[in-house]
């Protein structure tokens, strides 16, 4: 599991703490794709009309698995002390 997160993160997919509604995977796919939380969430929503059902497998997933900025930063504190 912390191989598939420490996998996102390095890709730069990680939920936002500060732009997030439900759970931040929307603000933070939408931060890796450059594109606003709103065009993001719009996006999901029109993809939820499109194929239904699916994104209640996928937003749910990628809540689990897409590591949140503050355990990255934390990560990286203990990692690399200041001093």
């Known amino acids: 599991m912390e191989k598939i997160r ?3 993160a390095r890709q730069g997919l990680v939920r936002s703490t500060d ?3 439900l759970g931040g995977v929307c603000a933070g796919v939408g931060r890796r794709l450059g594109l606003t939380p709103w065009m ?3 996006l999901f929503l029109v993809t ?3 194929i239904p059902g699916s994104q209640f497998l996928v937003y ?3 809540w689990f698995l897409m ?3 503050d355990s990255i930063e934390a990560a ?3 990692t690399y002390p200041t001093r």
Do not use: D, G, K, N
Request: aromatic share 4%; hydrophobic share 50%; proline share 10%.
């Open 48 to 50: 939820l009309v499109v």
């Open 67 to 69: 590591p949140s900025e």
């Open 6 to 8: 420490t996998s996102f």
């Open 40 to 42: 993001t969430r719009l």
């Open 60 to 62: 749910p997933l990628l």
């Open 19 to 21: 732009r997030a509604i």
């Open 76 to 78: 990286a504190a203990r």
